[in-house]
């Protein structure tokens, strides 16, 4: 399918699998304070991709997470990030839903991205757990997971700096026809699983695009792909396109916040704001 | 507006997934349309005229766009491939459908929608707000396609009149749906839809009667009625799929056999033998090269190949099945010579391409049904209906097989178009080009415009990133006649004691720079194509023989690779850089060697020369001391007319000292840079292997060596290698060469790849019995070389790298490519070869020494050395009784007639001639004449009159005939 790929893009004059063209996103939609009984919730979805997150704390530091990080003056942070064993839409099961290396690496990035939006200093000697749960992964799960953990921290009350935005940009088929009229040669934002599992590599970034104009700022990469290596010539058009998705996801959130905010007061289960 | 698509897949393994995707639709998708005012779409992208849309038809007297079904791409192309179809509206549900089916057609229709005079738009229904449909519960997957289909042209008919009434109907442009399908034409004409099908729209044209000669046949009419059908039915394919998911059936590719037509074998994976498959009814319609069904027969029904030779040659006998006497007459066959027996149940997918051919003179006059002849022999003969038979009967063409029902005893199809006259060169060779898929067409202004722009000059800025070599005594040694100069050579005495030795390589990779439309038709290309009075070149000529060309005096870029050697050949430093050089000379293989042994020229050219030849010597030496084998085969060089460009002698190629000299050097330029470029890039360097021959591939060999009291050891090329040389007759000093011959035949093709996809162990190359090797020397002439100085020089850091270098799959991909044309070109040069050697005989008859190769059941195989020619004397014919009996003896391979007894490898002479019955297929007639066998051989007449032909006064053509020498001096390289 190698070139399968590449005639389809051609086939649908620039449309991407789906229908959407390369810098266009996938439908969002947005529910905040779905539990309860966490201090604050978020349930997202980017097109397939559904993901919860519950956030507690700050609390007092308990288990594991206290021991380690006793000295520290600030507040600690844990994350765990756990993908449900029906989520593949292949039909496969994953054998267990954390604890195997990638979700431990996940978290571990996870929580590098939430302590770069949370004051910590104003949490001295206390813990924040953030319980992400993917549901469904259709592609670019981790950077939903990131959107979804910001929006939690929202709903808890827990001030942030900014929001901290993840979006994919893959490169669907490396060929490097130096072809300018093809918008898919700068990549596709919030690829889908099929996107990913295509030959060309996907990069995932993590920003905090609001924060001031030098949208480099608290940037996390995250690459990965089908065994493929990113070009150094192609790394640059990939993060602006991705940071470009950034920013549209950020407005998006955005707006669904203040909506969220203004028109309950109160978390509540029976609705569900569909912004796209 | 969002919607999801879900479908079930069912894996290999029977397991069932549920797939659910995002599917959304879109109100930005334009018409394309030149009359439209409502889309807002970029002016590029209108591509639908207003003004005479359509050709004139009588049933549509007014403009219209067309739409196609698939139907109609997939079965019609070759009229949609005529530029009288325009403005056609291809809607994405029949482009995936097209692509799904065939990529063949798909390629085509690729290319007709890039050409912007056939104006074809692509217009995207299936994410189109209006024009998307669901599938219904219960509708087939074809029916909601067709169905999608007609409301895209119901949307077009709507949208295109609303953008109508505005202009007071000027121009009223309706759209016409074009389908083969009854069932979607009559649904269309039910919702209101103009459509035809491609025969009453062609037939409607004003200037369509040479269109429908194209047009595809389908269906046959019998002539005489409540006949049989010939053939027994194919089984359904969900039968088929069963069928071989239980291993009731097998899959393979079936392969005809070039000598009978009524036998062929499949080729099934995890089988160690071809699985026969004899008789109509066993082969069943099956074509070369298609994907079948077979099922296996019991034990007691397999056979064994028939040894005759039979050929289809009779006139058209209507649709019955002559009784195949041939076949089933056979008697109990050695149960040891059986082989697994199958019959063909059913075709998994056909691999018909277009072939060439000419048509078989028909008895009736004025009739329109005829028999086209193909050139490949593997291919039935197909019927065609042509009005233009008087024109075509003279020339050769090529004609696309549509169908093969059950009642036709040949396969049905269509015209494509003429090449030209039978019996030209120009013709002829045509026909050889495309047999072998070889791209021969111009080189297009957009690859021509990456050309540097002439005068072309060495710049400063070009010397400051060169070593300047240019002080350098650098000289060529080349077949006559050569152009293409791709290779250079130095030696000179370092300060140390040791020698300095240079291989300077034309740098093409400067001037076909990558993703460029030059560097991707080389790609495409991939080999220069040499044919005895032609070449078809990878890149343009300013390239190939001026700007890369390391012309003798002239500046020119050289990727050099410069060892330090002592006198004994050992490698003491090697170093790679780019550079300048300015050859000296550029010398033919005779001038070098004269050179060489001339002891009164002192020059320094002389001196480097006879250093290289001695240092040659050791490394040869080496090599064959390792293992490396020296092959053999008949390789012969024609001397032609400059003016007619016609053969006019014909000798075996002779091999000097300098010939392997240059050999050697290219060797050990491509070793030394194989191991750079693997050290370097160890997933993506590209390399050639040659994987050693199972060990059942040696078994002609051994048997041959048998026969005559030798013990061929095959174990390792080594030992190969050993009892080859020590296989020496005495009476016989070419019965060496003869079985090295035949151990050429036991070989593998030699392969790039990528060395990411193999082990290391696998990089083995068997027959130069090096452990890695790649090649470097011949970038004009092998796209392979390209991509390896591209690969050098990163790792030199000479050049910049960019993506597809280091993509270990496109390059996988591009091997692929690479070793598919290469075979092709091989193909195509040794048929041009016997092109030239029927045009030498065309006039003359004549007697040969000979070898018998082989002894077959009705004929012997003979090898004339002076011509490196082979052929067939056929011991008995078909049908006829010959006063004389042979007897053949399988044990012994053997023929005897009376006293007189043929093995492998007797010397015989014959006489050759031109049989030029057979239009399509000259072949040269072998006669024997010594041993003299009354009422077989013939008189030795001697040939005077071929003697006494003038030899002087020829004026040689050596430029053209020599340039397949050169190649040969590469495809012995392997």
Known sequence: MLEGDQDQEEDQGGLRNDGRRAAELRKIRVRMGVFGQADGSAYLEQGNTKILVAVYGPHQPRGSAARAGGKNVGGIINCQYSTAVFSFSAGERKRRPRGDRKSIEKSLQLRRAMESIIQLDLYPRSQIDVFVEVLQIDGSEYCVAVNAATLALIDAGIPIKDYAIGCTASLIDSTSKNDEDSSHAAGVVDATYMEECSPGATLSIIALPGSSNDATKGLVVVAQGAGQRLHLSRLEALRNRALCGCRDIRNILDRAVRQHLTVHSQPSFSTLHVID | MLTTKTFFRKTKRGNIFKIVREHYLRDDIWCGSELCNKCLHKNRD????????????????????????TNIVLDQINILEENTLCNVIIV????????????????????????????????????????????????????????AIRVATKWYNKHLGLSQTRKEDKHNIKVILLTDDTNNKELAVKDGLYAATMQEYVSSLEDGTLLLDKLCKQSYALEGENKEPLFPLHRTPAELHEGIKRGKLLQGTFLASRENFLEGSVNVEGFEKFVLVQGRVGLNRAVDGDIVALELLSEDQWSAPSDIVLQDEEEDPGDILEEEKELIKQKSIPSTEKTPTGIIVGIIRRKWRQYCGILQPSSVKGNTRHLFVPAERKIPKVRIETRQSETLSKQRIIVAIDSWPRNSRYPLGHFVRALGNI??????????????????????????SFLPKLPWVITESDVAQRVDLRHLDICSVDPPGCTDIDDALHCRDLENGNLEVGVHIAD???????????????????????????????????????????????????FSCIWEMDHDANVIEKKFCKSIIRSRQAMTYEEAQLKIDDKTQKDAIAFSLRRLNELAKKLKKRRMDNGALVLASPEIRFQVDSETHDPIDVEAKKLRETNAMVEEFMLLANITVAQKIVAEFPECAMLRRHPEPPQTNFEPLIKAGKHQGFIINTNSGKELAKSLEEAQKRDNPYFNTMLRILATRCMMQAVYFVSGMLHPNEFYHYGLACPIYTHFTSPIRRYADVIVHRLLAVSISADATYPDLLDKRKNHALCHNLNYRNRMAQYAGRASVALNTHLFFREKVQNEEGYILFVRKNALQILIPKYGLEGTL????????????????????????????????????????????????????????????????????????????????????????????????SSKKK
């Open chain 2, 874 to 969: 056929y011991l008995s014919k078909k049908g006829e009784t010959s006063a004389v009996n042979f007897i053949y003896d399988e044990e012994d391979h053997s023929q005897k007639c009376g006293n007189i007894v043929f093995h492998s490898f007797d010397p015989v002479t014959v006489q050759l001639s031109l049989d030029r019955s057979n239009v399509q297929h000259e072949k040269l007639v072998f006669k024997l004449v010594k041993p003299e066998i009354p009422g077989f051989s013939i008189p030795d007449q001697n040939t005077e009159s071929v003697a006494d032909q003038p030899t002087t006064p020829k004026v040689r053509g050596k430029r053209k005939s020599n340039q397949n020498q050169k190649q040969s001096r």
């Open chain 2, 508 to 558: 093409v990779s400067h001037f076909i720079r990558p993703g460029t439309a030059l560097d991707d038709e080389a790609a495409l290309r991939a080999t220069t194509v040499y044919l005895v009075d032609k070449r078809i070149d990878m890149v343009p000529e300013l390239l190939s023989s001026n700007l890369c060309s390391l012309r003798g005096n002239e500046e020119r870029f050289a």
């Open chain 2, 92 to 147: 994405q549900t029949v482009l995936e459908e097209v692509r799904h089916r065939s990529s063949n057609v798909y390629k085509k229709l690729k290319d007709i929608i890039g050409d912007p005079k056939r104006k074809f738009y692509i217009f995207i229904n299936e994410h189109h707000k209006e024009t998307y449909i669901e599938r219904e519960p219960g509708e087939k997957v074809n029916d909601r396609n067709d169905r």
């Open chain 2, 46 to 69: 209108v591509i639908l005229s207003n003004e005479n849309p359509g050709a004139k038809s009588s049933s549509f007297p007014f403009p219209y766009y067309l739409v196609l079904d």
């Open chain 2, 423 to 448: 019996g030209d060169k120009e013709t002829e060779n045509e026909v050889l080009l495309l047999e072998h898929d070889v791209p021969h067409s111009r080189f297009s202004d957009a690859v021509l």
